[in-house]
């Protein structure tokens, strides 16, 4: 477990993240209010390495997530959007209905509704749906099923729109299991820069942030 608790929860980038994270003290705690989440510093990684990728353009940016859930992730995403002073919106997937209308409750709480476009469909078959739809996309945060196959598939569907804006794909949870061969994978068959920060996250720890050479 990387997870941080003992922090300054004013260092996260969303007030009600912050006192979420505030009544978790523990690992119990944090279950309850938050889930298996990324966490800090997790969370400002996520944050910061999109707010930096994002400058003003004339174009919409597209920021594409798989794995809702209960949509901390998303509001770290969507802070980072609304602070970057760009137009666009995150675009998150989520097979599990329940799931995602409480992420609708925590969005409208952390005052990020806005931003942030919701969609119950298996990840797969809604990327395959959006790459239609869209030229390129700027950032994807690859967090549904950690399946090796399934995590290859996503990144297979987002490539080629990734490629086209020089973008960036996130992934969590990647020292081990499906994901950590899913990323090898992709750095064999892919090339790009990849980096790992091995000691973010929990449950497994790991973040990898690819970009195309």
């Given at each position: 477990?990387?997870?941080?608790?003992?922090?300054?929860?004013?260092?996260?980038?969303?007030?009600?993240?912050?006192?979420?994270?505030?009544?978790?003290?523990?690992?119990?705690?944090?279950?309850?209010?938050?889930?298996?989440?990324?966490?800090?510093?997790?969370?400002?990684?996520?944050?910061?390495?999109?707010?930096?990728?994002?400058?003003?353009?004339?174009?919409?940016?597209?920021?594409?997530?798989?794995?809702?859930?209960?949509?901390?992730?998303?509001?770290?995403?969507?802070?980072?959007?609304?602070?970057?002073?760009?137009?666009?919106?995150?675009?998150?997937?989520?097979?599990?209905?329940?799931?995602?209308?409480?992420?609708?409750?925590?969005?409208?709480?952390?005052?990020?509704?806005?931003?942030?476009?919701?969609?119950?469909?298996?990840?797969?078959?809604?990327?395959?749906?959006?790459?239609?739809?869209?030229?390129?996309?700027?950032?994807?945060?690859?967090?549904?099923?950690?399946?090796?196959?399934?995590?290859?598939?996503?990144?297979?569907?987002?490539?080629?729109?990734?490629?086209?804006?020089?973008?960036?794909v996130y992934f969590d949870n990647t020292t081990s299991g499906g994901v950590a061969k899913a990323i090898r994978y992709i750095h064999e068959n892919?090339?790009?820069?990849?980096?790992?920060?091995?000691?973010?996250?929990?449950?497994?720890?790991?973040?990898?942030?690819?970009?195309?050479?």
């Open positions: 477990m990387r997870r941080m608790f003992e922090y300054d929860h004013t260092l996260l980038p969303n007030r009600y993240l912050a006192e979420l994270e505030a009544r978790s003290n523990n690992l119990v705690e944090t279950v309850k209010n938050t889930g298996l989440s990324m966490g800090y510093p997790s969370w400002n990684l996520l944050y910061y390495m999109l707010l930096c990728s994002l400058s003003p353009k004339k174009r919409e940016v597209i920021i594409v997530e798989t794995g809702t859930n209960q949509g901390f992730s998303t509001i770290v995403l969507a802070q980072a959007l609304k602070d970057a002073g760009v137009q666009g919106i995150v675009h998150t997937v989520d097979i599990d209905e329940r799931m995602v209308e409480r992420a609708k409750e925590n969005l409208a709480k952390a005052g990020l509704s806005q931003y942030v476009k919701f969609n119950v469909q298996d990840s797969l078959q809604y990327l395959k749906q959006l790459v239609s739809e869209v030229e390129y996309i700027d950032f994807a945060f690859l967090d549904s099923s950690h399946n090796y196959d399934h995590v290859r598939k996503e990144f297979k569907i987002v490539y080629h729109r990734v490629v086209a804006c020089n973008g960036k892919h090339g790009g820069n990849m980096i790992e920060f091995a000691n973010c996250s929990w449950s497994p720890p790991g973040n990898v942030i690819w970009q195309p050479e």
